[in-house]
């Protein structure tokens, strides 16, 4: 066993600690006052190959992996959870062209991508239920050697940011129910951003309704097999989105631990730093733990992915142990800092906010405790 980051891992997160320092830290109050996504960072992150972390050299991708990728998200949601949202949120949208696009889609999108000159989303959730999603509703009708799509898309981040969309459509209905998953272009029209929903935390990373009006879509365009769009969307879901969430949650938890020692440090009562009060060294042990037990879920979760063994039972539990302890940890903090730590100007509450929307996000935790259960108490499969 080991535990140590390599060489390289441990450079990236210096240098993807430098980049959010330098140039996402200046923007934070801005992103918070005006909810605008900041385009230019996003695409000053794609110019540093941050969008191919994943993908393989050949395909145009530094290939660095998934821990990897858990380290950058870890470092930009230290200082922006909201960034390190968006930036998760395109790594799904990469990998749907870079792991179940064809050639001609690869040789179309994948320089774009990972260049930041286009951006893609996942549009999975309807309003039809985001933890049932084969009661979605958006239909994908055979026309002209491609499909027609018509539905609308809840939920769904960097809504508005987004050139191009992985959609999950209904290829056939009922009895033989069919979802399969379309590479939709906004080129061939019929495809726009709805609205942009008002939400308590993640300023500056947009989340909102997709719309598909009679949108055409090449039948060239469909990612995988046809028929196997929830099974993909469900993978991507898992080794893109959940483990992204568990990233941000890391860099929350970070950000919070280190707000409140240094609060502890400098405030004084009584005469002495709070940091002398057994209280407050309770709660920063309580803080410290959580955060470890969560970086060994993260971490041994991207190992498995990196290592192509079966990932889904430690990435569902990563998910609501690391996004639960989030919100504990930033609690906690605020906590610390007594009245200071409900002040804007303190920038801790932020982060308890941003915590929030990790519950629901990729997969409500309720749906990662089923997933959890189900898979430890299924009979053993007969060899
Ligand atoms: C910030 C944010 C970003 C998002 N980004 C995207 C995106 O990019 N793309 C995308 O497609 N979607 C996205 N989503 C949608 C997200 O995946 C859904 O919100 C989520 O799947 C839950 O769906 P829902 O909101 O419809 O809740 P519902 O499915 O209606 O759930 C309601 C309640 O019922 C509980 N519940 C449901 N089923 C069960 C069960 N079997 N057992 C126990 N409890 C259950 C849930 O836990 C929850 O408490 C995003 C959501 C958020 C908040």
Same mark, same amino acid.
């Given at each position: ?15 993807v ?17 005006t909810?605008q ?22 395909l ?18 230290r ?14 949208g990469?990998a749907a062209? !870079?792991?179940? +696009?064809?050639?001609k889609?690869?040789?179309?999108? *994948?320089?774009?991508l990972?260049? /930041?000159?286009?951006? &893609?989303?996942a ?6 239920g ?22 609308r898309?809840?939920?769904i ?23 399969t ?24 990373c947009?989340t909102?309704?997709l ?5 055409f ?15 993909? !969307?469900?993978? +991507?879901?898992?080794?893109y989105?959940?483990?992204? *969430?568990?990233g941000?949650?890391? /860099?929350?938890?970070? &950000?919070?631990?280190?707000k ?7 405030r004084?009562l009584?005469g ?13 042990a ?10 060994l ?33 930033s609690?906690?903090a ?9 002040m ?36 053993p499969?007969?060899?």
């Open positions: 066993m080991d535990f140590a980051f390599t060489n390289e891992q441990e450079l990236l997160r210096n240098a600690r430098e980049l959010s320092e330098q140039y996402i830290a200046p923007r934070v109050n801005e992103m918070e006052e909810d996504v900041p385009l230019d960072l996003l695409k000053h992150m794609a110019a540093q190959g941050f969008l191919g972390v994943t993908v393989p050299p050949d145009g991708g530094t290939g660095l992996g998934h821990v990897a990728r858990m380290i950058m998200l870890e470092e930009v949601a200082v922006s959870p909201a960034l390190s949202m968006s930036l998760q949120c395109l790594h799904f990469v062209i !870079a792991e179940s +696009g064809n050639q889609l690869i040789d179309q999108y *994948i320089k774009p990972l260049q /930041g000159e286009i951006f &893609a989303a549009g999975i959730t309807e309003a039809s985001g933890s049932d999603p084969s009661a979605g509703t958006t239909t994908a009708l055979e026309k002209d050697n491609g499909f027609i799509l018509n539905g898309k809840v939920f981040t960097n809504s508005h940011i987004s050139d191009t969309a992985m959609i999950v459509a209904k290829t056939a209905d009922e009895p033989k129910k069919e979802f998953a379309f590479w939709v272009d906004k080129k061939y029209g019929g495809f726009r951003p709805g609205r942009a929903e008002k939400k308590i935390g993640f300023h500056g947009v909102g309704e719309i598909l009006e009679d949108c879509v090449p039948a060239e365009n469909i990612l995988g097999a046809r028929g196997q769009g929830l099974a993909y !969307a469900l993978k +991507g879901i898992s080794d989105g959940r483990t992204g *969430i568990v941000v949650a890391l /860099g929350i938890m970070q &950000a919070c631990l280190e409140a020692i240094k609060f502890a440090g400098e004084v009584y002495k730093p709070i940091s002398n009060l057994p209280s407050i060294h309770f709660k920063i309580e803080m410290h733990a959580d955060l470890a037990a969560s970086r879920l993260a971490y041994q979760a991207c190992w498995l992915l990196d290592n192509k063994q079966r990932a889904d039972l430690a990435i569902a539990t990563a998910k609501f142990y690391c996004t639960e302890a989030a919100l504990r940890v609690r906690k605020m906590d610390i800092m007594g009245g200071y730590g409900c804007v100007e303190y920038g801790v509450e932020r982060y308890l906010r941003d915590a929030q929307l990790l519950v629901p996000a990729d997969g409500t935790n309720d749906i990662m405790r089923v997933v959890v259960g189900k898979t430890l108490t299924a009979p499969k007969k060899k």
